[in-house]
């Protein structure tokens, strides 16, 4: 099982019934960054958006298949996050798709 299978598994895991395409890791911005979480691109309600599943603690991406414990999941625009090991922020921004997605489920209530 190479790297990215690896998070492929730890997402599905966290995400139990949510159907999971991909899962790659999202960095701080320092340039050999840790990782913060996993972007993961998942398919809901007949929508493919993309949501952030944070880490509880920032990890070096090499022991992300042993040390990433999931803390929760952003759908939608989160500001400041902060690396636990340098304290960089960063904001996961909201995609197109996931806008689409958000409003559809608000008109059909
Ligand atoms: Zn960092």
Redesign the pocket.
């Known amino acids: 099982m190479d790297n990215l299978d690896g998070l492929l598994v730890i997402a599905k895991k966290y995400l139990g019934d949510i159907d999971v395409l991909s899962a790659r890791p999202w960095m701080?911005q320092?340039k050999h960054?840790?990782a913060l979480g996993l972007l993961v691109e998942i398919a809901m309600d007949g929508c493919i958006s993309e949501n952030l599943l944070m880490f509880r603690n920032?990890v070096v991406t090499e022991f992300i298949n042993s040390e990433a414990r999931i803390m929760s999941r952003a759908e939608g625009t989160t500001h400041n996050i902060e690396?636990s090991?340098?304290e960089?922020e960063r904001t996961f921004w909201i995609g197109k798709n996931g806008v689409k997605r958000l409003v559809k489920a608000y008109v059909a209530e």
């Open positions: 701080c320092k960054g840790h920032a690396c090991m340098c960089a």
